[in-house]
C-alpha cells in the first residue's frame, strides 16, 4: 500500500521545500502546488480505494515503537525549550509527564504484536478529503491573505516559511491520524497536531497570542496525557493497542474492562473538539491569522477530535460513559448556540457555532447508535466546507473593512458584493432548512425519536431550543450585510485589495458547500450506509423521498431568489424613499431624516446581542461548572 | 388515499388563498362583533389586496421585490409540501426559510422601522419554534408518522393525548398569525409605535404578496391544529372552531408585551406546556407499541 503512504508524506515534504525557499513568489508558487497536488492525491486514494473497503494493511518500518517514542520525546523536548524560553512552567510539566508516560508506555506495549497498524475505511476517506481538499484550498487562500497580513500588521515578524510548513505538516499529521488503526501510532500524529496548532496560534508573537497558544497547547496536553494512559490501561486489561481490537471487546462479554479506556481516551476527543469544559482553547485561537482559524475550525484539530469520538461511538454506545459524553456534547450545543447570540466580533460568533455543532457531534456519538453515526458523520462533511468557506470570507470581509465587527460589515453588498454572495452562501448552510446543517439537525430529531430511551424527549427538546436561538444571530447577521442604505452607490469599492488566491479559494468552497447539499444522498448511499453496515450490521439513510425533496428545495432556493433578482434587474421602476415619518431627507450618500431645525440626521441601526439574556461570561461559567461536574462523574465511574 | 395527495396540494395553490381570505374575513367580522361592531363584509379583504394590486410598483431597493416574492413563493411551497404528505418536520424548517425572506426584505431597505420590525420578528421566530417542534414530535409520538394524512386518519384523539402542547401550540400560533399580545413585529394596522414594523416599507402589490402569503400561511397553520382533533368529523369540527374563535377572543382582550415578556414567556410555555407535556407521554407510550 504506498498510495496512502504518498497521500500523507507529500504534504510535509512540500511543507520541508517551502522552508527553503526565500524569495516570496516561488514560495506561493510551492504553496499553491504543494496545496493542489496533496488535494488531488487524496481525491485519488478515495477513487480508487472506494471499492473495497474497509483496508487494512501494515506498515514495514522496523522497530516502530522506537521511532513512536523517538517521535513523542523529540515534541516533548521542543515544548519543553518553547516553555522555558516563555518561562511557562505548566507546560513544560506536562510535556516531563507526557515524556515520561511515553517511556513507561513503550515499556508496557512495546512487546505487543500488532495486527493492524493502518485502517481505511470510508470515516477515513471522507476525513482524508475534507483534509485535503478543504485543507488545500484554505492553504491556497493563505497564499494571498499572509501578503495582505504582513503588510497591515507591520509589527507581526515575518516568518511565512514556518507558517506554511507547519500547515503542511498540519495536514500530513491529519492524515496519519485518521488512517491509524494502531493507538499509539494515532497518539504520536494526535500530538503532532498539538504542536502544530501551538505553532500557528502563537504566529502573532504578542502577549495575547503567547498566552492563547499555551492554553490550548496546555489543555490539549492534557488531553494526550488521559489518551497515553488509556492506552497503556487498555494494553494491561485486554492486551491490544488497536481501535478495532478495542472495538471487538465492546462487543464481547468483557465490555466492561474497557469503560476506563474508552473513558480516557474519549477524554482526549472532549478537549481536541473543544467540549465544555475545554471550549476557552478553541475561543483563545481565533487570534491567529484567518488561515489559521479556518484551518482549526474546519478541517483539522477540532475534526480529529470528534473523529475519535466517533470511532468510539460503537464502544460507547448504551454505555454510562457514552451518556456522559453526550450530555457535555449537548450542553455545549446549548451554550454555544446561545452564546452565538451576543457576540459581536464576526471570528468570535464563528467560533461559539463551531462550538456548538461540535457539541452535536459529540452528543451523537456519545449516544452511538448507527442513526446519530450518519448524523455525526453529515454534520462532520457540511460544517467543516461551510465553515471554512465563512472563516475566510470573514477573513476577505475584514480586509476590505478593517475590521471584525459585524456591524461594520452592514451594507456589505454594496461594498463587497462577491464577499458578500460568499458568507450569505456560507451562513445560509449552516441554518436554513433545505442546506446541509439543519437536514442533519432534522435527521437527528428522527433519530432520537426512534431511538427508545428515556434520553430522547430531553435530547429533541434541547435540539428543538438550540436550532432555534441560531436563527437569531445567523439570520440578523444576513440582514445586515444585505442592508442598502443608498441604491446608487458604487459597487464593490472594497474588492480591489482581495487577492485572486482568495477569491479562486472562496468560490471553489462554494460550490463545493452547495455540491455537498445536492449530492449528499449519494455520500450517504455509497459511503455511508455501507460503513454503518459493516460496523453495526444495519445501515441508516433518511428516507429517500425526504431526501429528494431537500435536494430539490436546495435547487429552489438557489434559483428562485436568483431568477427573481434577475427580473427584476430589468424592470425599472421607480425607487421611493423609506418610511421616515415624513421627514426623510434625499439626495445625500446614506439614509437620513430631517431632525430639529431642518438638520440632517443620519440613520444609524445596529444590531440586537442581547447580552442580558445570552451573555457569553455568564454561559461559560455556568457551562464550565456543570461540565467539569460531568467529567468528575465519568472518571469517577470508570475509575473507582 | 395515495396517490389523492397531489390533487389536494394542486387545489390547495388555487385555493388556498380563497380559504386564508375567508378566515381573514371570518376573523375581522367576529371581532368587530366582539368589539359591539357591525363590521367589514366577508369578502373585505380580498377588496383590500385586489387594491392593492392595482397600485404602482415603488420598492425601495432592488433587493426588496424579488426577498418579497420568493417569500411568497416558499410560503405556497411550504403549504404544497404539507398537502403533498411530505414530513412535517421538514416542512417547519421550510417555513422558516419562508420567513427569513420576509425578514431579509425588511432589513434590506436600511430603514429603522422596518429593521426594528425585522428583529423583532427574528425573535418571535425564535420564541415560537421550539413549540412548534415539540408539537410536531408529540403528533408523531400518537400517530407514529410525520405524514399529514397518516396523523389526520390517525384514530386516537390527540387532544387528550396532548392538551398541554395543544395549549402551547395556540400560545405560539398567535404570534405566527402576528395576533396580539405579540403583533409586536408588523400587524395590520399601522398605528402601532413601530408604524407597521416589518412592512412598514412595503407598498402597493409588494405589500399585496405579504398578504397572500400570509393566506396561504394560515391555510396550514389552521390544519395543523386541526391534527390534534382529527379523531372523529364532530371533534374535527368543534376543535378547529374553538380554536379560531379562543385566537381571536385572545387576539381583543390582551394588549402588546415587550419582545423580553414574549420570548421569556414562549419559552416556558414550550418548557411546562409543551415538554412538560412530551415527557410524561413519552415515558407512558414507551412501553405500548
Redesign the interface.
Known amino acids: 500500500m504506498t498510495l496512502p503512504l504518498i497521500v500523507a508524506v507529500t504534504p510535509p515534504l512540500f511543507g520541508l521545500l517551502v522552508l527553503l525557499m526565500r524569495e516570496d513568489w516561488l514560495r506561493r508558487f510551492t504553496v499553491i502546488t504543494g496545496a493542489v497536488i496533496q488535494a488531488g492525491l487524496a481525491i485519488l486514494l478515495a477513487v480508487t480505494m472506494a471499492s473495497d473497503l474497509p483496508e487494512r494493511f501494515m506498515t514495514t518500518l522496523p522497530s516502530l515503537d522506537s521511532w513512536i517514542l523517538g517521535g513523542e520525546l523529540a515534541m516533548a523536548a521542543f515544548i519543553a525549550v518553547a516553555s522555558v524560553a516563555k518561562r511557562r512552567i505548566l507546560p513544560l510539566g506536562l510535556a516531563i509527564v507526557q515524556a515520561a508516560l511515553a517511556v513507561v508506555g513503550e515499556r508496557w506495549t512495546g512487546g505487543i504484536e500488532t495486527q493492524t497498524h493502518f485502517v481505511i475505511d470510508q470515516v477515513t476517506l471522507l476525513l482524508v478529503l475534507i483534509v485535503g481538499v478543504v485543507g488545500g484550498l484554505i492553504l491556497i487562500y493563505a497564499a494571498g491573505y499572509m501578503k495582505t497580513y504582513h503588510e497591515e500588521h507591520t509589527k507581526v515578524r515575518d516568518r511565512r516559511r514556518l507558517f506554511s510548513f507547519t500547515m503542511f505538516a498540519f495536514l500530513g499529521a491529519m492524515y496519519g491520524l485518521v488512517m491509524s488503526n494502531d493507538l499509539r501510532l494515532m497518539l504520536l500524529f494526535w500530538e503532532m497536531t498539538t504542536l502544530a496548532s501551538f505553532i500557528l496560534i502563537g504566529y502573532g508573537g504578542d502577549e495575547e497570542a503567547d498566552k492563547s497558544a499555551f492554553l490550548a497547547l496546555n489543555l490539549n496536553l492534557l488531553g494526550g496525557i488521559a489518551f497515553s494512559v488509556g492506552i497503556v490501561l487498555l494494553a494491561a486489561r485486554t492486551g491490544t493497542v488497536e481501535l478495532d481490537g478495542l472495538l471487538a471487546v465492546a462487543q464481547g462479554p468483557q465490555a466492561a474492562l474497557i469503560a476506563a479506556p474508552v473513558a480516557l481516551i474519549a477524554l482526549a476527543g472532549l478537549v481536541k473538539s473543544a467540549q465544555l469544559p475545554f471550549t476557552p482553547w478553541l475561543l483563545g485561537a481565533m487570534v491567529a491569522p484567518t488561515p489559521v482559524s479556518a484551518l482549526l475550525h474546519s478541517s483539522t484539530m477540532v475534526k480529529a477530535g470528534v473523529f475519535l469520538l466517533i470511532r468510539l461511538a460503537p464502544a460507547m454506545t448504551g454505555t454510562t460513559v457514552g451518556y456522559l459524553v453526550s450530555f457535555i456534547g449537548i450542553l455545549t450545543f446549548i451554550v454555544g448556540a446561545f452564546a452565538a447570540v451576543s457576540r459581536r466580533n464576526a471570528k468570535r460568533v464563528l467560533a461559539w457555532s463551531t462550538v456548538s455543532n461540535l457539541g452535536l457531534i459529540v452528543t451523537c456519538a456519545g449516544i452511538g447508535t448507527y442513526e446519530l453515526v450518519w448524523v455525526a458523520l453529515f454534520l462532520v462533511l457540511f460544517h467543516a466546507v461551510a465553515k471554512a468557506l465563512l472563516f475566510i470570507s470573514v477573513g476577505t470581509a475584514s480586509t476590505g473593512t478593517g475590521s471584525l465587527d459585524i456591524e461594520s460589515m452592514g451594507?456589505l453588498?454594496t461594498s463587497m458584493p462577491r464577499v458578500t454572495l460568499f458568507l450569505i452562501v456560507g451562513i445560509s448552510c449552516m441554518f436554513?432548512?433545505?442546506f446541509g446543517m439543519?437536514v442533519s439537525k432534522?435527521a437527528a430529531?428522527?433519530a432520537f425519536?426512534n431511538l427508545?430511551s428515556?434520553v430522547?424527549?430531553?435530547m429533541?427538546?434541547f435540539?428543538?431550543?438550540g436550532?432555534?436561538?441560531t436563527?437569531?444571530f445567523w439570520?440578523?447577521w444576513?440582514?445586515?450585510l444585505?442592508?442598502?442604505?443608498d441604491?446608487n452607490a458604487p459597487i464593490g469599492l472594497l474588492e480591489d485589495k482581495i487577492t485572486g488566491y482568495e477569491f479562486t479559494a472562496e468560490t471553489m468552497l462554494m460550490i463545493l458547500a452547495v455540491a455537498t447539499c445536492v449530492f449528499y444522498p449519494l455520500v450517504s448511499k455509497f459511503a455511508f450506509e455501507p460503513y454503518l453496515l459493516d460496523t453495526y450490521g444495519k445501515a441508516f439513510g433518511l428516507?429517500r423521498?425526504?431526501m429528494m425533496?431537500?435536494v430539490l428545495?436546495v435547487g429552489?432556493?438557489i434559483l428562485?431568489?436568483s431568477l427573481?433578482?434577475f427580473?427584476?434587474?430589468r424592470?425599472k421602476?421607480?425607487?421611493?424613499?423609506?418610511?421616515?415619518?415624513g421627514r426623510v431627507m434625499t439626495g445625500g450618500p446614506a439614509?437620513a431624516f430631517k431632525g430639529a431645525k431642518g438638520a440632517e440626521l443620519k440613520?444609524a441601526?445596529r444590531?440586537?446581542y442581547l447580552e442580558n439574556?445570552f451573555g457569553e461570561e455568564k454561559l461559560l461559567k455556568l457551562g464550565i461548572a456543570i461540565s467539569v461536574l460531568l467529567i468528575l462523574i465519568i472518571l469517577g465511574t470508570v475509575l473507582i | 388515499m395515495k396517490g389523492i395527495e397531489i390533487y389536494i396540494a394542486i387545489a390547495y395553490v388555487i385555493l388556498g388563498p380563497i380559504v386564508g381570505g375567508l378566515i381573514d374575513g371570518l376573523d375581522r367580522l367576529i371581532t368587530a362583533r366582539m368589539q359591539g361592531r357591525v363590521g367589514p363584509p366577508l369578502l373585505q379583504p380580498f377588496y383590500d389586496v385586489r387594491k392593492l394590486f392595482t397600485r404602482r410598483?415603488?420598492?425601495?431597493?432592488?433587493?426588496q421585490?424579488?426577498?418579497v416574492?420568493?417569500h411568497l413563493?416558499?410560503a405556497i411551497?411550504t403549504g404544497v409540501?404539507f398537502f403533498y404528505g411530505?414530513?412535517i418536520?421538514?416542512i417547519i424548517?421550510?417555513l422558516?426559510?419562508a420567513s427569513?425572506?420576509l425578514?431579509?426584505a425588511?432589513?434590506?431597505?436600511?430603514?429603522?422601522?422596518?429593521?426594528?420590525g425585522?428583529?423583532r420578528e427574528?425573535?418571535l421566530?425564535?420564541a415560537y419554534?421550539?413549540m412548534i417542534?415539540?408539537a410536531l414530535?408529540g403528533l408523531?409520538?400518537v400517530a407514529k408518522s410525520?405524514n399529514f394524512y397518516q396523523i389526520l386518519a390517525s384514530t386516537m384523539p390527540a387532544y387528550l393525548y396532548l392538551p398541554g402542547i395543544y395549549l402551547g401550540l395556540v400560545y405560539v400560533l398567535m404570534m405566527k398569525l402576528r395576533k396580539s399580545p405579540f403583533d409586536l413585529s408588523t400587524s395590520h394596522h399601522a398605528h402601532q409605535e413601530l408604524?407597521m414594523g416589518l412592512t412598514?416599507?412595503m407598498?402597493g402589490p409588494i405589500l399585496g404578496m405579504v398578504e397572500l402569503a400570509h393566506w396561504y400561511e394560515s391555510v396550514y397553520l389552521f390544519a395543523l391544529v386541526l391534527l390534534f382533533f382529527s379523531s372523529s368529523w364532530i371533534s374535527a369540527v368543534i376543535g378547529v372552531a374553538f380554536t379560531f374563535f379562543l385566537i381571536i377572543l385572545i387576539d381583543n382582550v390582551t394588549a402588546r408585551v415587550k419582545w423580553?415578556v414574549a420570548?421569556a414567556f414562549a419559552?416556558i410555555v414550550?418548557?411546562v406546556l409543551?415538554?412538560g407535556n412530551?415527557?410524561p407521554f413519552?415515558?407512558i407510550s414507551?412501553g405500548t407499541p
Not at chain 1, 444585505?482 to 442604505?485: E, L, W
Not at chain 2, 410598483?57 to 432592488?62: G, H, K, S, T, Y
Not at chain 2, 425588511?106 to 426594528?116: E, K, L, V
Open positions: 451594507g453588498i436554513v432548512a433545505p439543519l432534522w430529531m428522527e425519536m427508545n428515556l430522547s424527549p430531553f429533541i427538546a435540539l428543538a431550543f436550532s432555534s436561538t436563527v437569531l439570520a440578523k444576513m440582514g445586515l444585505i442592508r442598502t442604505s441604491p428516507d423521498n425526504n425533496v431537500t428545495m429552489m432556493t428562485v431568489p427573481l433578482i427580473i427584476s434587474r424592470r421602476d421607480k425607487l421611493s424613499t423609506p418610511y421616515m415619518s439614509l440613520v441601526t444590531a440586537y439574556y | 410598483i415603488a420598492p425601495v431597493n432592488r433587493l421585490i424579488p426577498l416574492a420568493s413563493v416558499f411551497l409540501l411530505s414530513d418536520l421538514l424548517f421550510v422558516t426559510l427569513i425572506f425578514v431579509l425588511a432589513y434590506s431597505t436600511g430603514s429603522p422601522y422596518s429593521t426594528i425585522a428583529d427574528l425573535l421566530m425564535t419554534e421550539p417542534i415539540i414530535v408523531y409520538g410525520f408604524v412598514s416599507d407598498g423580553e420570548l419559552w414550550a418548557l409543551g415538554a412530551l415527557i413519552y415515558l414507551r
